[in-house]
């Protein structure tokens, strides 16, 4: 294994830019460079490439004794890209078990809460909305802590403590003896079912490698969150108006009981942490054994994990033009599919007189739409790598692999709006408003799908930050919108209320168009994917050239003795200090 001095990194891009930068711009850019040189050292030690020792870090040379550092070799069967499809598909079928839950649990109340409210005395169509409400402010808190903390400290843990504390919440919801009480525990478990949705995106990527299986598996994660708030009205309503509203959340307690068995089957997937283990296992087999593992040579103070790491989705958010524009288009679709669990009985009970359980069900037709938008996906996927194997032009824009389905989903949402609004009369029968939830699922899929998997196309090693980034964006708005759905269907009616929004949707349906005509230039001047374009293509200088000279340099370490066998039988490359000028 080659380990380079740290000039071999080259010029810190923070240093290059900040002459053209204020004092602002350059706290940040020396906080995205440190950010990517930092996780692109620990990337290429993991995959045995020297990157030289994090700055004020140890460096032995063969005076003092040698320092191994643990790496994946080739095809490393603990490598989590290398495990089986079998594994990868449980693994996601679990993650999509654990998001259900997420999900159902924000809209588990809406049909139970005429019955709470009249139980508790609730009379503001204000207050009624906080079930909801305080559940997504939950989502909008939680992935700031939880996705950077899983790039920091591993994805298993992070995903099976906060889903305990997700089920204790729905216990406590089920048992709540008063109003307040119960949205507190809507609060606290509202902060640890949003752990999934940023966690998640994360565990995609660290199993999948290739980008075309890495986008399947976000169009299924994006499917999967939509059902989870469909099933949660059918649910409740049925529940609240025959077997009372706390059934509503008993039945929750029980699905996320039967989860957490599943849950316990998922393996850790984040590399670090898996080098990690396998580092202290060599260790305590053998305890003179100078082992490390990249995570250890990269372990921040709590100063710097609250600076960096913390605050990663946040300076995306404010300095990131790809992450912000996305979350305000995001918000805004995200918010909408919110209200709808207002309006729709609004619209199908006060109009239609339908029942509340029945109401329930007409929020099916968004779950065909969504389930519809799937083989497009595949389609387009395999339309795309067809075009690519002949090599079409057009395939070598990175906004054409992702962005083209947003482009046909964005005008479908806006158009089933206008669709829901004027339609929803009485002299029509529910079914045709109810029909609108087609290309309304439909397009809220898309859209996600498109503009989620261009965001960890854009940001790979830092996929969790960018998804948490946006979902605590759009649970924000998500959060304030629905307190005006009332007020605003009953001054606007039905059909003023949904060509507003349907207004609002069309406006912004041109973001993907704007990303392709100028998302080159928008990356190309972005500090973030400046620093992490730079460090991976310097990560994959020192591949091809470690693979070039692999042979002669496993040769002359083998003579010089310079290897070691820890108890699992994996042989990890050591090496004195290779000058720069050897490489």
């Not at 005076?63 to 890209?81: F, H, L, M, Q, R």
């Not at 169509?125 to 899983?150: H, R």
């Amino acid at each position: 294994m080659l380990v380079l001095t740290g000039d071999d990194i080259g010029e810190p891009l923070a240093s290059r830019r900040s002459h053209s930068q204020g004092p602002l711009g350059r706290i940040v850019s020396n906080l995205d460079e440190k950010d990517a040189e930092a996780r692109y050292r620990e990337e290429a030690a993991d995959n045995g490439v020297g990157a030289g020792p994090p700055r004020g870090g140890s460096q032995t040379d063969a005076s003092d004794g040698e320092e191994t550092i643990v790496a994946w070799e080739e095809k490393d069967p603990e490598n989590p890209y290398s495990w089986s499809e079998k594994r990868k598909l449980w693994i996601l079928t679990t993650t999509m078990i654990v998001i259900v839950n997420s999900t159902m649990g924000s809209s588990l109340p809406s049909n139970a809460i005429p019955f709470m409210a009249k139980e508790w005395g609730v009379a503001s169509d204000q207050e009624k909305v906080l079930p909801m409400s305080t559940y997504l402010i939950g989502y909008v808190l939680g992935p700031f802590l939880w996705a950077p903390l899983s790039e920091q400290f591993g994805r298993r843990d992070i995903t099976a403590y906060t889903f305990l504390a997700f089920t204790l919440g729905t216990l406590a919801c089920a048992l709540s003896p008063n109003w307040a009480a119960f949205l507190f525990f809507r609060l606290f478990t509202g902060i640890f079912a949003s752990a999934p949705i940023g966690v998640v995106t994360g565990i995609i990527a660290d199993i999948y490698g290739d980008a075309r299986s890495r986008g399947r598996a976000m169009a299924i994660f994006m499917s999967t969150t939509v059902f989870g708030p469909l099933l949660a009205p059918v649910i409740s309503g049925f529940a609240s108006s025959t077997i009372g509203w706390r059934w509503s959340f008993w039945i929750g307690l029980i699905y996320a009981g039967f989860s957490l068995l599943i849950l316990a089957t998922l393996p850790e997937t984040y590399g670090p942490v898996l080098l990690l283990r396998r580092a202290k296992k060599i260790r305590k087999a053998d305890p003179n054994a100078r082992v490390v593992a990249p995570h250890e040579l990269e372990r921040k103070s709590l100063t710097e994990l609250a600076a960096v790491v913390l605050t990663r989705p946040l300076r995306m958010i404010a300095f990131e033009p790809l992450v912000n524009t996305t979350c305000v288009y995001l918000a805004l679709v995200y918010a909408i599919f919110y209200m709808s669990f207002q309006a729709f009985p609004i619209i199908f009970q006060g109009v239609y007189g339908l029942s509340p359980g029945v109401c329930g069900l007409t929020y099916m037709a968004i779950g065909v739409g969504s389930m519809i938008a799937l083989p497009f996906f595949w389609w387009y996927d395999h339309f795309l790598a067809r075009a690519r194997a002949c090599d079409a032009p057009w395939t070598q824009k990175e906004e054409y692999v992702r962005l083209p389905l947003a482009c046909i989903g964005g005008p479908m949402f806006a158009i089933s709006l206008f669709w829901l609004g004027w339609s929803a009369r009485a002299e029509v029968s529910f079914v045709a408003p109810m029909l609108a939830g087609i290309p309304f699922g439909f397009g809220f899929v898309a859209i996600f799908m498109a503009l989620l998997n261009y965001l960890t196309d854009a940001y790979e090693i830092f996929a969790a930050s960018a998804s948490a980034a946006t979902s605590g964006a759009r649970s924000l708005i998500a959060t304030v919108l629905p307190l005006a759905t009332t007020p605003m269907f009953a001054r606007l009616g039905i059909s003023g209320a949904c060509s507003l929004l349907g207004g609002l949707s069309l406006l912004m349906s041109g973001v993907p168009f704007l990303f392709i005509w100028q998302g080159q230039n928008i990356r190309d001047n972005s500090p973030f994917c400046i620093a992490l374009k730079e460090r991976k293509k310097e990560l994959e200088r020192k591949v091809e050239e470690q693979r070039r000279r692999r042979g002669p340099l496993n040769q002359g370490v083998g003579e010089a003795g310079g290897s070691f066998s820890g108890s699992s039988g994996t042989e990890v490359a050591t090496s004195p200090r290779i000058e720069k000028e050897e490489v």
